[in-house]
């Protein structure tokens, strides 16, 4: 299952650019469920795409495996200028995943970078690092902590339990701490419930893109049909940051209901590549879902045999 061969066979489907992006993306995160330096390294080789989209999901895909042979690449791309802020905020936030503390020093540098997406990313990651340092290990393995159920390296850990109203004014209070503002993401996240679902819809209206990104992304995660009119009125929103858009459309994808549908195809021609292509990969997502054939949102391969 996870031999040279196959990863091989793979990675070259993922790196071949004369593909549809689907179909690489569908590669990818087939190499994030193998795993091991292979599969890294063939992950690594795409950054040179000419698709922000692509670039920042393999970012991402190697934060989510948590494998410390990951961090050179991700350290190149974080300091590349020339790679898009998504890409590079992704790389910073990947860093954050692994946890390693060898990368401190590296993230707090920059948490001062001139892009504001990319500074707060290596702000929140620094956080995390630090927590895990602290009392990061002594919380998960008391409980204090709830258990994130979706099984995502998150970039903050969740606050530890309060009520849905409580997280809502942490969570909208734009003079607290970015981190501590996650942590009230996240615990709304684990609630799953419509009320934390309208919570964290609100926190769409919120000022800076890295949050409201954020927060399309967890309610992606929440797949709950409550989320679909604040995410469709992200997604519409044309003068929002891309980076917005492109989650609000996977988001949509994720939750799969009949209106999504329609707004993903309306969406696959925006003059915003990588709104474009979100709502390519999103509607492929939901095919593939409906069909039985893939599940991206655990990256499992279901093969015939």
């Known amino acids: ?100 503390p060898v990368v401190l020093d590296l993230l707090k540098e920059y948490s001062q970078d001139p892009v504001v997406e990319v500074a707060e990313t290596c702000q929140l990651a620094v956080c995390r690092l630090e927590w895990l340092q602290s009392e990061g290990d002594k919380q998960l393995e008391d409980g204090s902590t709830d258990k994130n159920p979706y099984c995502s390296v998150d970039p903050a850990p969740p606050a530890v339990r309060k009520s849905v109203s409580e997280l809502r004014s942490i969570l909208l209070d734009e003079s607290l701490p970015l981190f501590e503002r996650y942590r009230a993401m996240f615990a709304l996240r684990n609630l799953g419930n419509k009320e934390a679902v309208l919570a ?66 309306h969406y696959c021609g925006d003059k915003e590549r990588v709104v474009k292509e979100s709502c390519e990969v999103a509607l492929d997502m939901l095919e593939y879902e409906n069909s039985d054939q893939f599940q991206y949102a655990d990256g499992l391969v279901r093969l015939q045999g």
């Open 1 to 100: 299952m996870d031999s040279v061969q196959q990863v091989t066979a793979v990675g070259q489907v993922l790196v071949d650019q004369s593909l549809d992006l689907t179909q690489r993306f569908r590669a990818l995160f087939t190499l994030k469920n193998l795993g091991g330096i292979e599969a890294i390294e063939w992950i690594s080789k795409a950054f040179t795409d000419e698709s922000a989209l692509l670039k920042h999901e393999l970012a991402y895909c190697l934060g989510q495996m948590q494998d410390k042979h990951a961090i050179p690449a991700l350290t190149a791309v974080l300091k590349d200028t020339q790679q898009e802020p998504m890409v590079r905020h992704e790389a910073g936030e990947a860093l954050g995943a692994i946890g390693d």
């Open 200 to 265: 964290l819809g609100d926190g769409l209206q919120c000022s800076g893109a890295l949050f409201r990104h954020e927060i399309g992304y967890v309610l992606g995660q929440m797949q709950h049909p409550a989320a679909v009119p604040a995410l469709r009125a992200a997604l519409e929103l044309s003068d929002e940051n891309p980076m917005v858009r492109h989650e609000a459309a996977e988001a949509l994808g994720s939750i799969g209901k009949e209106e999504c549908l329609t707004v993903l195809q």
